[in-house]
Nanobody
Framework: QVQLVESGGGLVQPGGSLSLSCAAS????????MGWYRQAPGKQRDMVAT???????NYASAVKGRATISKDNAKNTVYLQMNSLKPEDTAVYYC???????????WGQGTQVTVYP
């Protein structure tokens, strides 16, 4: 079972930037699609960005142009850089690993991001 640990959340002013990290307990290269999701209070959990095993990124329209997902296979770590943050970006951000062959999905515990003046 893959353990995922997020870090980097916190309080940011509108227009600011934040970098989130997700450290996996085992190799994420090869068969894993890694992703960042977020859930605001009272709302469903939505995809923010994903990155395939071939390093192909995909972004939600709400963050396209403001977010960059990347990964370092040597460190088993996925990153999410977000710029020009808005109050509506406030949410708990979760890291997810999905094994493309086995269909197994793993979630981290989440990290809070709060954007407020």
């Amino acid at each position: 079972q893959v353990q995922l640990v997020e870090s980097g959340g916190g309080l940011v002013q509108p227009g600011g930037s934040l970098s989130l990290s997700c450290a996996a307990s085992e190799s994420i290269s090869g068969y894993y699609v890694m992703g960042w999701y977020r859930q605001a209070p009272g709302k469903q959990r939505d995809m923010v960005a994903t990155i395939s095993s071939g390093n192909r990124p995909n972004y939600a329209s709400a963050v396209k142009g403001r977010a960059t997902i990347s990964k370092d296979n040597a460190k088993n770590t996925v990153y999410l850089q977000m710029n020009s943050l808005k109050p509506e970006d406030t949410a708990v951000y979760y890291c997810k690993a999905r094994h493309v062959r086995k269909g197994l999905k793993y979630w981290g515990q989440g990290t809070q991001v709060t954007v407020y003046p």
